[in-house]
Protein backbone atom coordinates (compact mmCIF):
# COMPACT_ATOMS: atom_id res chain seq x y z
CA UNK A 1 0.00 0.00 0.00
CA UNK A 2 1.19 3.13 -1.17
CA UNK A 3 1.87 6.20 1.26
CA UNK A 4 -0.67 9.04 0.94
CA UNK A 5 1.05 12.62 -0.63
CA UNK A 6 1.78 14.80 2.04
CA UNK A 7 0.69 18.49 1.59
CA UNK A 8 3.14 21.19 2.73
CA UNK A 9 0.63 24.46 4.49
CA UNK A 10 1.90 27.40 3.91
CA UNK A 11 2.58 29.53 6.76
CA UNK A 12 3.02 33.80 6.63
CA UNK A 13 6.50 34.75 7.38
CA UNK A 14 7.94 30.95 7.27
CA UNK A 15 9.65 29.06 4.43
CA UNK A 16 9.12 25.24 4.14
CA UNK A 17 11.66 22.62 4.64
CA UNK A 18 9.39 19.77 3.34
CA UNK A 19 7.67 16.94 5.49
CA UNK A 20 10.49 14.43 7.38
CA UNK A 21 9.27 11.39 9.15
CA UNK A 22 10.35 10.50 12.77
CA UNK A 23 10.09 6.70 13.13
CA UNK A 24 11.99 6.91 16.20
CA UNK A 25 8.83 7.91 18.60
CA UNK A 26 8.39 8.25 21.21
CA UNK A 27 11.76 10.05 21.18
CA UNK A 28 12.54 13.22 19.47
CA UNK A 29 15.69 14.31 17.85
CA UNK A 30 16.97 18.11 19.49
CA UNK A 31 15.51 19.30 22.94
CA UNK A 32 12.36 21.40 21.90
CA UNK A 33 9.50 23.48 23.07
CA UNK A 34 6.05 22.24 22.87
CA UNK A 35 2.68 23.52 22.25
CA UNK A 36 -0.28 20.95 22.09
CA UNK A 37 -3.87 21.63 20.95
CA UNK A 38 -6.85 19.68 18.99
CA UNK A 39 -7.68 22.70 16.96
CA UNK A 40 -4.26 23.61 16.00
CA UNK A 41 -3.22 24.65 12.54
CA UNK A 42 -0.21 25.39 10.89
CA UNK A 43 -0.47 29.20 10.80
CA UNK A 44 -0.97 28.69 14.72
CA UNK A 45 1.83 26.43 15.46
CA UNK A 46 3.78 29.28 13.01
CA UNK A 47 2.38 31.93 15.65
CA UNK A 48 3.34 29.60 18.53
CA UNK A 49 7.28 29.56 17.41
CA UNK A 50 8.14 33.20 16.62
CA UNK A 51 11.53 33.90 16.82
CA UNK A 52 12.82 30.73 16.41
CA UNK A 53 14.64 29.37 13.24
CA UNK A 54 12.70 25.75 12.77
CA UNK A 55 9.14 24.79 13.59
CA UNK A 56 7.36 21.72 13.19
CA UNK A 57 3.63 20.42 13.46
CA UNK A 58 3.68 16.90 14.43
CA UNK A 59 0.58 14.66 14.65
CA UNK A 60 -1.93 17.70 13.26
CA UNK A 61 -1.91 18.77 17.66
CA UNK A 62 1.43 19.29 18.67
CA UNK A 63 3.81 22.49 17.76
CA UNK A 64 7.40 21.57 18.15
CA UNK A 65 9.83 24.53 18.89
CA UNK A 66 13.87 23.77 17.48
CA UNK A 67 15.69 26.03 18.96
CA UNK A 68 18.39 26.50 17.20
Known amino acids: MANPALTVAEVAG ?3 Q ?3 L ?3 APYQLLPTTNY ?3 ALTPSDC ?3 CTG ?3 FG ?4 KS ?3 VPL
Do not use: M, P, Q, R
Not at 57 to 60: H, K, N, Q, T, Y
Open 14 to 16: WTS
Open 18 to 20: GCF
Open 22 to 24: DNL
Open 36 to 38: TSD
Open 46 to 48: GNF
Open 52 to 54: YKY
Open 57 to 60: LEDS
Open 63 to 65: AIV
